[in-house]
């Protein structure tokens, strides 16, 4: 089986040493810069659990299309990244190959096979803007992905593993198919979990109500997980964001009021000391954040439902803000 695992940052890094040590499949990774660099001269090293390991992909390129046709294509981009790569991605897939986007928030696909909903059955042009993905990829090869893993690039070339490794998959129409089983016999290896999910839209859901709570405010202050959770007015505007996808979850049809408790959710408790989510580390390192997928897709999906976000809407601006300075000469 031929993987590909492209935009192998932090989070791509992790899975990719992870698949190539099991052997069960033949991995090339697309990446670029000093990282790219590092894996070619002296491979790809995670660091987990107390310990080194480091794997050489069968390829490691910045250039997608120099790469053969793939049974499996694993994208590990920011959402904001995705569109621009649609193309290259398209492809690297094989006739009856299939695409897994592990990405944060609402995916693109999120219309595909689901009726009910406000709107067509078609892509979200804020995810999607000229439907790149839609119609190059197709939502009929894609699988979803919810992933609970924490990855930093510590250097070129070395990733640690910091937290969790489970990777939930499933289809778009709540099928079992013989892909989605593949996948997951793919992603179940040593010290990494794959679960299948019979509603991939509910994980997706849930994880965005814990990424909405955390990820802007933190990277909008700067402050790790922790101390945000710490102050008292940061904590409630934590437990107010999060309170808002669940009651848009319900809106849309989806109960998650057993996975996602707000106050608890908010609290600092278990959380370590200087914990960066994604979305700061990019503020850091000056990089775009993923606004639409993360805030500004459950903003219009809230819209359309007709329910109140007042929250998200003034966190939603300042973030859409943040990203004009990022990109400001």
């Given amino acids: 089986m031929k993987v590909c695992v492209f935009g192998a940052g932090a989070i791509g890094s992790n899975l990719a040493v992870r698949l190539i040590r099991s052997g069960k499949a033949d991995v090339s990774v697309v990446t670029r810069g000093a990282h790219l660099a590092a894996i070619r001269e002296r491979g790809l ?85 000229q439907g790149e993905l839609w119609s190059a990829v197709r939502p009929e090869r894609a699988l979803g992905c919810v992933v609970d893993s924490s990855n930093v690039v510590l250097e070129p070339g070395l990733v640690l593993n910091k937290r969790s490794n489970d990777w939930t998959l499933g289809e778009p129409d709540g099928s079992s198919s013989e892909r989605l089983q593949r996948a997951q016999g793919l992603f179940s290896n040593e010290g990494q979990k794959a679960i299948v999910a019979s509603d991939i839209r509910r994980e997706v859901l849930c994880k965005l109500a814990f990424n909405i709570g955390n990820s802007p405010v933190s990277a909008l202050t700067c402050l790790s997980t922790y101390d945000a959770g710490n102050d008292p007015a940061l904590r409630e505007m ?54 639409e997928a993360i805030l500004g897709q459950p903003l219009a999906m809230a819209r359309e439902v007709g329910v109140a976000t007042p929250l998200l809407e003034v966190v939603c601006a300042l973030a859409r803000g943040r990203n004009l300075a990022l990109s400001a000469p």
């Avoid at 046709?69 to 694993?74: G, K, M």
């Avoid at 193309?87 to 689901?114: M, T």
Wanted: hydrophobic share 45%; glycine share 8%.
């Fill in 45 to 129: 090293t995670l660091r987990a659990e107390g310990r080194d390991v480091t794997e050489r992909p069968a390829v490691a390129t910045d250039d997608p299309d120099t790469l053969p046709p793939q049974d499996c294509v694993i994208v590990t981009l920011k959402a904001h990244s995705t569109p621009a790569v649609a193309r290259h991605i398209a492809s690297l897939l094989a006739p009856d190959a299939f695409a897994i986007f592990a990405v944060n928030g609402i995916p693109w696909w999120w219309r595909y096979g689901l009726g009910g909903l406000p709107g067509p059955a078609s892509t979200l042009p804020l995810l999607d803007p």
């Fill in 238 to 291: 934590k437990r107010g964001l999060m309170a808002e996808v669940v009651a848009l979850a319900a809106a849309l049809g989806w109960d998650i009021r057993d996975r996602v408790d707000p106050v608890k959710a908010s609290q600092p408790i278990g959380v370590a000391l200087g914990s960066k989510p994604s979305m700061l580390q990019d503020i850091l390192a000056g990089r775009p954040i993923e606004v």
